[in-house]
């Protein structure tokens, strides 16, 4: 499964910003995808992850209410949208996809885009 991400860039406080991730190769099995957040010094941190069999989401709490994610299951892509973005929204977005099988001993697989930058800064 390859990833990749776009959308990100510089952006303003208050801002909103689309982040896109197109999956392609073997997509079929994948149960979960979502957006994790790594800024530096930090652990990478879920921001929002949607199933792919119902559709359910979920988000971490300062993202509740402001970022909606959704998926185009025809192009196997995932949308994250972000409103009313402050500078603690800062830094490196990574689309994530979860296939719940064993590979080489490890379960379930996860596969990560290479991520894109998002400043939020005046």
């Known amino acids: 499964v390859q990833l990749v991400e776009s959308g990100g860039g510089l952006v303003q406080p208050g801002d909103s910003l689309r982040l896109s991730c197109a999956a392609s190769?073997?997509?079929?099995?994948?149960?979960?995808m979502g957006w994790y957040l790594q800024v530096p010094g930090r652990l990478r941190e879920l921001v929002a992850s949607i199933r792919t069999d119902d559709g359910s989401t979920t988000f971490k709490d300062s993202a509740k209410g402001r970022f909606t994610i959704s998926r185009d299951g025809a192009r196997d892509t995932v949308f994250l949208q972000m409103n009313d973005l402050t500078p603690e929204d800062t830094g490196v977005y990574y689309c994530w996809a979860k296939l719940p099988i064993c590979l080489g001993g490890v379960c379930p697989v996860n596969y990560w885009g290479r991520g894109t930058q998002v400043p939020v800064s005046e």
């Open positions: 190769g073997s997509t079929v099995g994948i149960s979960v």
